[in-house]
């Protein structure tokens, strides 16, 4: 079930991507914006429709706010393949926006994606005013230096810190690069029904990190060609990373402690939780 239901969100995502661009100047910088927004898991966008699901809301209004993430989440992988940042040439298995275009475009294609989430989650279409206001306070809170681009500054910072990350740092700097966007997508459910948030927060919170453990086991184990980027590049650039505090195996036991929790915390919903059950035991198990 739960592929089949990723697999249909990816394809009402890209529905959605491409009715909402398509009202847009045929420009550089918006055809970049549809090239960075193609292909990849779409988990993202997957938990907001999933959540949405949970609280009876109906899709064409989880849409927005789906693909509001989606867009914010494709804007931080064109920003972090940049030469300044990561200096990555292959993205799912095409070259990056900046190989493909110039460094220029790619800046700004990540700045329009950016903006384009918040004028998504900002539609009538999502819901009341309050309703809009908390998807905008809270995504920016997500995406900024209390959330995502924290962690990034921290992951950068760490590459030339004279000694390494412990555990608790590196715990705290996923939390904010990874994990800060799938607790927004996963509670989004619960915001547009103006419900409590509490049970999926902390299923998200314990997937997230689940899913930053599997990366980094990854990025020892896996395939470049399955994976469509470069591996091993931090094991290169000397980067702390669970492997290489926990050991392989820890991590591994670690990451699955975590989607237990995960499952766990899912508990108040019952079975109407299966699928996101199902999509906490995929982020170990994924070869991508």
Not at 12 to 18: I, N, P, R, Y
Not at 28 to 47: C, D, H, N, S, W
Not at 131 to 151: E, F, I, K, P, W
Request: charge should be negative; proline fraction near 3%; hydrophobic fraction near 45%.
């Amino acid at each position: 079930m739960f592929q089949q239901r990723l697999n249909e969100a990816s394809q009402q995502l890209q529905t959605h991507f491409d009715l909402v661009l398509s009202s847009f100047d045929r420009l550089p910088v918006v055809q970049g914006m549809g090239y960075a927004t193609e292909g990849g898991k779409r988990l993202r966008g997957f938990l907001v429709l999933e959540s949405a699901r949970l609280h009876g809301i109906d899709p064409t209004r989880a849409i927005w706010p789906a693909t509001a993430i989606e867009a914010l989440h494709a804007y931080s992988l064109v920003h972090d393949d940049l030469p300044c940042m990561d200096d990555d040439d292959l993205r799912r298995g095409r070259p990056t926006v900046h190989v493909k275009w110039d460094e220029a475009t790619a800046v700004l294609v990540g700045d329009a994606l950016q903006t384009l989430a918040f004028e998504l989650v900002s539609r009538p279409e999502c819901g009341v005013a309050e309703v809009r206001a908390d998807l905008v306070q809270t995504l920016a809170r997500a995406s900024g230096a209390q959330g995502m681009v924290m962690g990034q500054a921290l992951d950068m910072a760490a590459e030339t810190a004279t000694s390494a990350l412990n555990i608790r740092q590196i715990t705290a700097l996923q939390a904010g690069k990874t994990g800060a966007l799938i607790e927004w997508s996963t509670c989004t459910g619960a915001r547009l029904a103006q419900d409590d948030p509490r049970s999926l927060s902390l299923y998200a919170k314990a997937l997230g990190l689940a899913f930053q453990i599997a990366d980094d086991i990854l990025d020892i184990e896996g395939d470049a060609a399955k994976a469509g980027k470069r591996l091993q590049k931090d094991i290169e650039a000397g980067k702390a990373t669970f492997v290489s505090i926990l050991g392989l195996e820890r991590a591994k036991s670690r990451a699955q402690e975590l989607v237990e929790q995960a499952c766990d915390a899912l508990s108040p919903y019952g079975v109407e939780a299966a699928t996101l059950q199902e999509a906490a035991r995929f982020v170990i198990s994924r070869d991508r």
